[in-house]
């Protein structure tokens, strides 16, 4: 079973508007990480969320832990397309020094 | 500072035949990752090390081997290549607290066999 869900698997949204991202979890969440990832590169670190409630933005992206630790989401207001590609989450589910355990990750296009 | 640097970035491989993916960190990391990312699958956990001398399978080890004799390298080593590894194979490491930034990924070596 997957440990980790995303959602939506793939988006397509015009220039300008808003979306979100879901990443949830069967197990408790003790740090949720956000990645995202361009074609052929690899994955860069957008944010970190560790207290429940927890809420966290860099330019026009705002990251989100909800209070029972087992959900977070990711918000991009007024996309753009510089926004475009795989938006992936980590998590650490066991605490302490286990691998991280990442979602399967949502496509995201950005269209004029 | 580099990072985490993988090579090669392409490698086309025949079935049957082997080869080693480079991993290098120049961070001093203790903990170093190796994942594979299939279309559409996310990234599974392939080996992973706490530290030179130490390794660990995680959830797909099937097919590969690794060593771990230096603080900065952590080869993948791809014995009898076979059409399922084709993927994009990722190399990460991280401080030995799981910090603010949590893993410094490497920019990826895809390969195929054929």
């Known amino acids: 079973s997957q440990e980790l869900e995303q959602s939506p698997q793939s988006l397509i949204v015009q220039e300008g508007k808003n979306l979100t991202i879901n990443c949830t979890s069967s197990?408790?969440?003790?740090?949720l990480y956000w990645y995202k990832q361009k074609y052929g590169e690899g994955l860069i670190f957008l944010m970190m969320?560790?207290?429940?409630?927890e809420e966290k933005s860099h330019e026009k992206i705002t990251a989100k832990l909800d209070e029972k630790k087992q959900q977070s989401s990711l918000h991009i207001t007024a996309s753009q397309p510089s926004h475009a590609g795989i938006y992936l989450c980590?998590?650490?589910?066991?605490?302490?020094?286990?691998?991280?355990?990442f979602g399967k990750g949502t496509r995201l296009s950005v269209i004029a | 500072n580099a990072g985490v640097t993988q090579t090669p970035k392409f490698r086309i491989l025949k079935i049957g035949q082997s080869m080693t993916l480079q991993c290098t960190q120049d961070?001093?990391?203790?903990?170093m990752y190796w994942y594979r990312q299939d279309p559409g699958m996310g990234l599974k956990l392939i080996y992973y090390?706490?530290?030179?001398?130490?390794?660990d399978k995680g959830e797909v080890p099937n097919g590969y081997n690794v060593s771990r004799s230096t603080t900065e390298d952590f080869p993948l080593r791809l014995e009898l290549a076979a059409p399922s590894q084709t993927s994009v194979y990722f190399c990460?490491?991280?401080?030995?607290?799981?910090?603010?930034?949590?893993?410094?990924f490497g920019s990826g070596t895809r390969l195929t066999v054929v």
């Open positions: 197990k408790t969440l003790y740090g």
């Open positions: 961070m001093n990391h203790n903990y």
């Open positions: 980590g998590a650490d589910i066991r605490s302490g020094n286990t691998p991280l355990v």
């Open positions: 090390s706490v530290g030179a001398g130490i390794t």
């Open positions: 969320l560790q207290k429940g409630g």
């Open positions: 990460a490491s991280r401080d030995r607290h799981l910090d603010f930034y949590g893993y410094t």
